[in-house]
C-alpha cells in the first residue's frame, strides 16, 4: 500500500512536542509546566514504558537536580538513595591493579558529592513529576517522521505505523500513526537519535562542528554477597584487558542493597576489526580483582548503549526552524568523568526556558536562536569545555600518553582556565577507523564460563528485549552486495563482533556467505550505525514498544 493510499492520521496539536522521555526531555517538559502550568506539553517515548530503554553507569552528579527539583533528597520516592562515599581509579595490567592517587586527579573528577542508582528508575520517578504537573506522557509510540510545513520549519512528528507485516503490507491489526503537532518540536532521543540524524542532515547542523564521534558502553547489574558489598564505593579503570591503542575503561558500583552495577566502555575509533566489546567485558570481569566480587553473586540485567564522546567541539548547532536538539541527541557527555545526566538535564532545562520565552512572546515554529547562543555561557558548556581534549589526545596519543596529556590539560584549564592545546580536533568519524582485516590477527577469546562470563544470547535474554517478529527488519542495509564485497571481503564481518547483542552473523552457504539479520536481538545501542565501515547500515525505529526493557538500568 502507497503512502497516498493509506487512511489519513489523526493529529493533535500541543504548545511542546517533546520526543524522548530520557531526562533530557523529562527535564525540559516538567520546566517547561514550572514556568507556565498552561502549556501544552506532549512527551513521545518509543520504550514500552518510561525507562524501559534507559541504560546509564550510572553515578550521577546532582546538579541538573538540584535546579530541577531542589527539595529530592527529601522526596522517599526518589530512587537516588546512595552517596560516594569512596571514589578509586586504577591502571589495569593483565595480572594485577595499580591505584592512582586521588590528589593527581583534578578537581572536577572528584565524585563524593555524587550519587549512585539506576538512571532508568530516576526518569520513572522523573515522569511521575511530570504527570503531575499535567505533562502528557505517550509511552510505546515511536517518532518515525519529522513533519515539515510548507516552508520547510518542523511543525511537529509523526508516530510509527503499527501492524505493518515484514513484507511492508498492512495486517489485520494495522493501525495509522498519530501526528503530534507542536509551536516548537524538542528532540531528546538520546546518542545517535534516528530523527535527529535527518535534522542534522537537513538543516547542516553539523557543518561548523567536528565529527560526532561514539563509545560503547555495557552494563550488567549483579546481586553480590552482603560480606563484599561496600556500599558507597566506586572505581574506574583503564588499561587491560584492551591494548595501549584503544580506548576504554571500567566502571564498578556498589549501591542499593547489595547491588553492584559493572560496566565496560570501548571507543568507536578503535581500528581492530576483530575487536569485540562485548567479550573484552567478558575478560575484564575474569581479573584477578574483579572476579572475587562475583563469585557467588547472581546476574540481574545486561544491556548496551552507544555514548556520545565528541564532547564540546561536536556538538552540532542545537537549533533551527520549529525546534531543537537537547541531550545526548546533540552530545553533552563529559567523558573523563563517564557523566552526562547533568548535562542532558541542563540543556533540557536550558531550552525549556527559551521556549517558554518564545510562545509568551506568541511566537511559534521559528528557531530559538537564543537556546544555541546560551549553551556555551551556560554550565553545560563550561563544564565541557574543561575536558575538551581528553577525548582527541587519548585517541592520537595512546593511553598511557594520552591519558597523561589529558590530565595534564584538565589541570592547566581548571587552575589557569587556558590550555597549551588550544582546542583539538577530531580526526574522522568512527566507521572511517577500521583497519582492513589483513592488518591484525583474530582473536581468540575465552569461552565464557556461564559463571563470571556469558554469551551474548544469555545475556540479551536478561534485557527482556522483545520485537513483534512479524514486522518490517528494522536495521536497514543500504547495498547488500557492498556489505559482502566490503565489510565481509576487506574487514572480516567486524558486525558480527562491534554488535553487542548478537544481531549481525555471516552464515556460510553453498552459494557464498550470506548476511543474516537477527533484528529480534536488537538492543537499540545504534552500534552498527555508527561503526559500519562504509555507513551501510542505518537504524531505524521498530514498532513502537519494542526493544530492551530494562527494569532498573
Not at 522517599?76 to 595499580?98: E, H
Not at 517478529?469 to 566490503?486: F, G, I, W, Y
Request: hydrophobic share 35%.
Amino acid at each position: 500500500m502507497s503512502t497516498e493510499e493509506l487512511p489519513p492520521r489523526e493529529s493533535m496539536e500541543f504548545d511542546v512536542v517533546i520526543v524522548g522521555a530520557g531526562p533530557s526531555g523529562l527535564s525540559a517538559a516538567i520546566r517547561l509546566k514550572q514556568l507556565n502550568a498552561d502549556l501544552n506539553v506532549v512527551v513521545v517515548e518509543k520504550g514500552s514504558e518510561v525507562g524501559a530503554h534507559i541504560l546509564s553507569g550510572a553515578v550521577i552528579d546532582p546538579a541538573g537536580l538540584d535546579k530541577l527539583v531542589p527539595d529530592w533528597r527529601e522526596d522517599s520516592d526518589c530512587p537516588l538513595k546512595t552517596q560516594v562515599k569512596d571514589d578509586r581509579f586504577y591502571w589495569m595490567t593483565a595480572g594485577g591493579a595499580i591505584k592512582l592517587p586521588n590528589f593527581m586527579m583534578p578537581p572536577l573528577m572528584d565524585n563524593h558529592h555524587c550519587y549512585i542508582g539506576s538512571l532508568g528508575n530516576v526518569c520513572r520517578w522523573l515522569a511521575r513529576k511530570a504527570e503531575a504537573l499535567g505533562v502528557e506522557i505517550y509511552p510505546g509510540f515511536a517518532a518515525a517522521e519529522v513533519l515539515y510545513d510548507e516552508e520547510g520549519r518542523v511543525r511537529g512528528i509523526a508516530t510509527g505505523d503499527m501492524g505493518v507485516g515484514r513484507d511492508g503490507k498492512p495486517k489485520d491489526s494495522f493501525t495509522r500513526g498519530m501526528e503530534l503537532l507542536g509551536k516548537y518540536t524538542l528532540f531528546a532521543e538520546g546518542a545517535r537519535g534516528s530523527l535527529t540524524k535527518q535534522l542534522i542532515a537537513k538543516f547542516a547542523l553539523d557543518s561548523k562542528s567536528e565529527p560526532a564521534k561514539f563509545g560503547i558502553g555495557l552494563k550488567e547489574v549483579w546481586q553480590i554477597d552482603p560480606a563484599k558489598h561496600q556500599k558507597g564505593l566506586i572505581q574506574h579503570s583503564f588499561g587491560w584487558p584492551l591494548d595501549l591503542k584503544t580506548g576504554g575503561g571500567s566502571f564498578l558500583y556498589h549501591y542499593d542493597d547489595n547491588l553492584v552495577a559493572v560496566g565496560f566502555v570501548v571507543h568507536l575509533n578503535y581500528d581492530d576489526p576483530y575487536l569485540s566489546p562485548f567479550d573484552e567485558f567478558q575478560r575484564f570481569k575474569t581479573h584477578p580483582s574483579i572476579r572475587g566480587t562475583f563469585e557467588g553473586a547472581k546476574r540481574l540485567a545486561y544491556g548496551a548503549r552507544a555514548i556520545t564522546e565528541g564532547g564540546y567541539q561536536s556538538v552540532p548547532k542545537l537549533s533551527f526552524p520549529g525546534g531543537a536538539l537537547i541531550g545526548c541527541a546533540a552530545g553533552f557527555v563529559n567523558v573523563p568523568r563517564i557523566k552526562g545526566v547533568h548535562n542532558a538535564m541542563g540543556t533540557g532545562m536550558l531550552a525549556a526556558e527559551h521556549v517558554a520565552a518564545a510562545l509568551a512572546a506568541d511566537r511559534a515554529n521559528d528557531e530559538i536562536v537564543e537556546y544555541e547562543n546560551a549553551w556555551r555561557s551556560s554550565s553545560v558548556g563550561k563544564d565541557l569545555f574543561l575536558v575538551r581534549n581528553v577525548k582527541p589526545l587519548w585517541s592520537k596519543f595512546g593511553t598511557v600518553l594520552g591519558v597523561a596529556l589529558g590530565g595534564f590539560d584538565m589541570w592547566c584549564n581548571t587552575l589557569f582556565g587556558a590550555s597549551l592545546f588550544g582546542t583539538q580536533s577530531h580526526s574522522k568519524p568512527d566507521r572511517a577507523t577500521l583497519d582492513p582485516a589483513k592488518s591484525h590477527a583474530p582473536k581468540n577469546y575465552p569461552k565464557p564460563d556461564g559463571k563470571i562470563s556469558f554469551d551474548k544470547l544469555s545475556s540479551v535474554f536478561l534485557s527482556n528485549t522483545n520485537h513483534e517478529e512479524d514486522q518490517p527488519v528494522h536495521l536497514r542495509v543500504a547495498d547488500m552486495n557492498l556489505q559482502k564485497t566490503s565489510e565481509h571481503d576487506v574487514f572480516a564481518g567486524p558486525s558480527n563482533r562491534y554488535c553487542p547483542a548478537g544481531v549481525y552473523e555471516w552464515v556460510e552457504e553453498g552459494a557464498g556467505p550470506r548476511f543474516q539479520i537477527n533484528a529480534q536481538n536488537c538492543v537499540h545501542c545504534k552500534t552498527c550505525d555508527v561503526k559500519d565501515p562504509n555507513g551501510n547500515i542505518t537504524w531505524v525505529p521498530p514498532e513502537g514498544g519494542g526493544g530492551p526493557n530494562y527494569e532498573a538500568m
